[in-house]
């Protein structure tokens, strides 16, 4: 299987907490990026990380990338109602594969 | 909005119909993709056209068909589905260097929603 995968399956947290979502994956990469889904949408891309990066911010976002334990991990600090979505990882060096996602609550 | 548009958001059909999904960008990108999204499974990449020709296509059995008549124009062709292809079907764009090693993000539309009763 070329797809990352995501971990937990779901999540459940109260508004104000941090979230912190892991991807591992199994083949070699360019770089890893992570897409938000809204319910029936399509997907949404948050932040990408190179394959010679450990981390990277964006706003609220830090992503960290292990390549040795081909892992990464996505943090949203100070959650909001807002960001209950599905999160996604995607990794790949010719075409990008996806898993099955973090179901994200945040309960206001 | 992504600047990709698809088109229809739902769509119902019986398994003896033909069907066709449009997918359009208007970010002038060289690379489109059919994707396929269900319930609890990873999602599916299908088909990738890269500068206009097909690059790959993931074992999709022969009633989808997809046609990719310029870089800003994708459909995919539907006909005798079965009721386990229903799904979410999403198109996504990117620009992509030539060679074929992809750094860019992707960019989706929302998706058309599909029943095949």
């Known amino acids: 299987s070329q797809q990352g995968e995501e971990d937990p399956q779901a999540l459940s947290i109260q508004e104000g907490e941090n979230a912190t979502m892991n991807c591992s994956y199994k083949t070699s990469i360019n770089n890893l990026q992570w897409y938000r889904q809204n319910s029936g949408r399509g997907l949404v891309h948050l932040i990408l990380i190179r394959s010679n990066e450990r981390e990277k911010h964006s706003g609220r976002l830090r992503v960290t990338l292990d390549t040795s334990k081909k892992s990464s991990s996505l943090l949203i600090t100070a959650s909001r109602a807002a960001d209950t979505a599905s999160y996604f990882c995607?990794?790949?060096?010719?075409?990008?594969?996806f898993g099955t996602g973090t179901s994200l609550t945040v309960i206001p | 909005e992504t600047g990709v548009t698809q088109t229809p958001r739902h769509l119902v059909m019986g398994m003896t119909n033909k069907k066709s999904l449009k997918c359009e960008q208007h970010l002038g990108h060289n690379a489109m993709y059919w994707y396929k999204q269900s319930a609890k499974k990873p999602l599916e990449l299908m088909f990738v056209?890269?500068?206009?020709?097909?690059?790959e296509n993931n074992s999709v059995p022969s009633r989808f068909s997809p046609e990719c008549p310029n870089s800003s124009h994708l459909f995919l062709h539907l006909h005798t589905l079965q009721p386990e292809d229903s799904a979410l079907y999403l198109c996504?764009?990117?620009?992509?260097?030539?060679?074929?090693?992809?750094?860019?993000?992707?960019?989706f539309g929302s998706g058309t929603q599909l029943s095949v009763l």
């Open positions: 056209y890269n500068f206009k020709e097909q690059t």
């Open positions: 996504a764009s990117s620009q992509d260097p030539q060679g074929g090693v992809t750094n860019e993000k992707l960019f």
């Open positions: 995607a990794t790949g060096v010719y075409q990008f594969y």
